[in-house]
T-cell receptor
């Protein structure tokens, strides 16, 4: 079966750096997405990786290794507003999106 | 503001009621989706419409009935639901179905409680 694994919950300190990992086993690969979802709000798109390597976008970066079935989302200079759930999703060979259960990130002062 | 609006935001209904969820997108997108989000579970894709035609129905019980009257509007009609159907129902849209980047734009969801 197809599977996405990511930690259920992580805690980090304001101003620090946190890395949220995502491993996947899917039928083919056509891109990996990260979304951010604040409590009670809509998920919003953060990043898209289809080639190996690091994509940087301000304080957020996303890394992909297709050979390892692995991605991470790196958040730098953490702010309280970064407290949210982070969803990893992989598009398989049929262009179906397979979702992880999300990682709840708690930022402490 | 994501450009996708869902109403109502909260809904409580009994198992014998009939209600509908509404979604409207103002982005000119061609594809619209219904997802179910339960606590600590992955998003579950329920239905996909592309250019107003249903392209996916992922073994969803018949007590959920989608309707897409035009490319901007999507409904989810609910009847004789079960308590386990209580969840957050998210509507999303994308430029095209299975497009190259496939970025989804989500609404804020309708929180459904079935008593």
């Amino acid at each position: 079966g197809q599977n996405i694994d990511q930690p259920t919950e992580m805690t980090a300190t304001e101003g620090a750096i946190v890395q949220i990992n995502c491993t996947y086993q899917t039928s083919g690969f056509n891109g990996l997405f990260w979304y951010q979802q604040h409590a009670g709000e809509a998920p919003t798109f953060l990043s898209y990786n289809v080639l190996d390597g690091l994509e940087e976008k301000g304080r957020f970066s996303s890394f992909l290794s297709r050979s390892k079935g692995y991605s991470y989302l790196l958040l730098k200079e953490l702010q309280m507003k970064d407290s949210a759930s982070y969803l990893c999703a992989v598009r398989d060979s049929n262009y179906q999106l397979i979702w992880g259960a999300g990682t709840k990130l708690i930022i402490k002062p | 503001e994501t450009g996708v609006t869902q109403t109502p935001r909260h809904l409580v209904m009994g198992m014998t009621n009939k209600k509908s969820l509404k979604c409207e997108q103002h982005l000119g997108h061609n594809a619209m989706y219904w997802y179910k989000q339960s606590a600590k579970k992955p998003l579950e894709l329920m239905f996909v419409y592309s250019l107003e035609e249903r392209v996916e129905n992922n073994s969803v019980p018949s007590r959920f009935s989608p309707e897409c009257p035009n490319s901007s509007h999507l409904f989810l009609h609910l009847h004789t639901l079960q308590p386990e159907d209580s969840a957050l129902y998210l509507c999303a849209s994308s430029q095209d179905y299975a497009s190259h980047t496939g970025e989804l734009f989500f609404g804020e969801g309708s929180r459904l409680t079935v008593l």
